[in-house]
């Protein structure tokens, strides 16, 4: 069974653009969250998506927004890039919605560099 | 103060010791405890999810939760150079899939 997918692996912007992450969740998985790991804050919650809606919502500016699709798929898209942006994004999955709690999986991460 | 405290290390230890990684927390919401196991440039890989008080083994690995203490550990038996990587501790509260990570434990097992 493949594991979670992301797109790209790495990536390379400038302050002011905008970048989108894409992730493809394990065959069969309808639960998607990202989460951004920087070493000084370590792996923060961004959001959470179950059938298309987002669930839950971390601590971060609007800047930040993304949306799943029928086939699960998830997109996650960062506007206005900062310096601070920098990070190891990484996309988990798990089959059901948050109340089945059953845990989650993670992909190998885009990791974005901001310069 | 951090809802979830792990020392960040780096903890060496020579092949074959047994290798204790703790958490402390303050949310006593939290509900499933995870521990993952990330090597370098990749993402986590979960190694033991468990909800009760108590232990819980597999293999080489044991978790321990005391929700009375809100502490949690990880041991790892006969450790091996293929476990150097960075152990990290996770939980959540029930129903939601917003995991509070730990800082990551790095640690090195010498050959």
């Known amino acids: 069974k493949a594991g979670v997918t992301q797109t790209p692996r790495y990536l390379i912007k400038t302050r002011g653009q905008q970048v989108t992450l894409s992730c493809s969740p394990i065959?069969?998985?309808?639960?998607v969250s990202w989460y951004q790991q920087t070493p000084g804050q370590g792996l923060q919650f961004l959001f959470e998506?179950?059938?298309?809606?987002?669930?839950n919502k971390g601590n971060f500016p609007g800047r930040f927004s993304g949306r799943q699709f029928s086939n699960s798929r998830s997109e996650m898209n960062v506007s206005t890039l900062e310096l601070g942006d920098s990070a190891l994004y990484l996309c988990?999955?798990?089959?059901?919605?948050?109340?089945?709690?059953?845990?989650?999986?993670f992909g190998p991460g885009t990791r974005l560099l901001v310069l | 103060q951090k809802e979830v405290e792990q020392d960040p290390g780096p903890l060496s230890v020579p092949e074959g010791a047994i290798v204790s990684l703790n958490c402390t927390y303050s949310?006593?919401?939290?509900?499933?405890f995870m521990w993952y196991r990330q090597y370098s440039r990749k993402g986590p890989e979960l190694l033991m999810y468990?909800?009760?008080?108590g232990n819980k083994e597999d293999g080489r690995f044991t978790a321990q939760v005391d929700k009375s203490s809100k502490y949690i550990s990880l041991f790892i038996r006969d450790s091996q150079p293929s476990d150097s990587a960075t152990y990290l501790c996770?939980?959540?509260?029930?129903?939601?899939?917003?995991?509070?990570f730990g800082t990551g434990t790095r640690l090195k097992v010498l050959a």
């Open positions: 988990a999955s798990s089959f059901g919605p948050s109340g089945n709690q059953e845990t989650q999986y």
């Open positions: 468990t909800y009760s008080s």
């Open positions: 949310n006593s919401a939290f509900q499933y």
């Open positions: 065959s069969g998985h309808r639960s």
């Open positions: 996770a939980m959540s509260p029930r129903g939601t899939y917003k995991y509070i």
């Open positions: 998506y179950f059938s298309e809606t987002q669930r």
